[in-house]
């Protein structure tokens, strides 16, 4: 079958033909008040790591008027807690292991898209052996202080 599929495109390019151009890597597009922030997900993953004995990061990298964007790095897991007053929508850029959302825990991995409502109990437990990095989106824009530790 590979041979059939190397014949087929080699016959392709011998007669010109535009052969389907490899899909491009997956990026975050965003348009916020400072600017369009397009880049590469496998990018913004690899943007910075923990320092040894550090556990947790998160950083800002934009917001507007009803969203703050940001940057997460956990390298063994997170004490399970709430935001009272903020959604959260996360995408896993690197790593996985699994999700706590309310009184459910269930596999995630790189690519996994997870919306967590406001009040909702949830952690994330880190099962990759490398740190796992995330792209969070807080609406409204996240003000630091809404954080209530549960068990």
Same mark, same amino acid.
């Given at each position: 079958?590979?041979?059939?599929?190397?014949?087929?495109?080699?016959? +392709?390019? +011998?007669?010109?033909?535009?052969?389907?151009?490899?899909?491009?890597?997956?990026?975050?597009? +965003?348009?916020?008040? %400072?600017?369009?922030?397009? =880049?590469?997900?496998?990018?913004?993953?690899?943007?910075?790591?923990?320092?040894?004995?550090?556990?947790?990061?998160?950083?800002?990298?934009?917001?507007?008027?009803?969203?703050?964007? *940001?940057?997460?790095?956990?390298?063994?897991? =997170?004490?399970?807690?709430? *935001?009272?007053? *903020?959604?959260?929508?996360?995408?896993?850029?690197?790593?996985?292991?699994?999700?706590?959302?309310?009184?459910?825990?269930?596999?995630?991995? =790189?690519?996994?898209?997870?919306?967590?409502?406001?009040?909702?109990? *949830?952690?994330?437990?880190?099962?990759?052996?490398?740190?796992? +990095?995330?792209?969070?989106?807080?609406?409204?824009?996240?003000?630091?202080?809404?954080?209530?530790?549960? %068990?």
């Amino acid at each position: 079958m590979r041979a059939v599929a190397a014949a087929a495109r080699a016959l +392709a390019a +011998a007669l010109g033909l535009a052969c389907a151009a490899p899909a491009p890597p997956p990026v975050l597009d +965003a348009l916020l008040p %400072d600017g369009r922030r397009t =880049e590469a997900l496998a990018a913004l993953a690899a943007a910075e790591t923990l320092a040894p004995g550090e556990s947790f990061r998160l950083r800002e990298i934009g917001r507007d008027a009803h969203t703050s964007h *940001h940057l997460v790095w956990i390298r063994d897991r =997170e004490q399970p807690h709430r *935001h009272d007053r *903020h959604d959260l929508f996360v995408v896993m850029l690197r790593g996985h292991g699994a999700m706590r959302l309310g009184g459910e825990e269930r596999p995630v991995g =790189e690519g996994s898209v997870l919306y967590v409502p406001r009040g909702t109990v *949830h952690a994330f437990r880190n099962a990759s052996g490398e740190v796992a +990095a995330a792209y969070a989106v807080y609406a409204p824009a996240f003000d630091g202080a809404d954080r209530v530790d549960a %068990d």
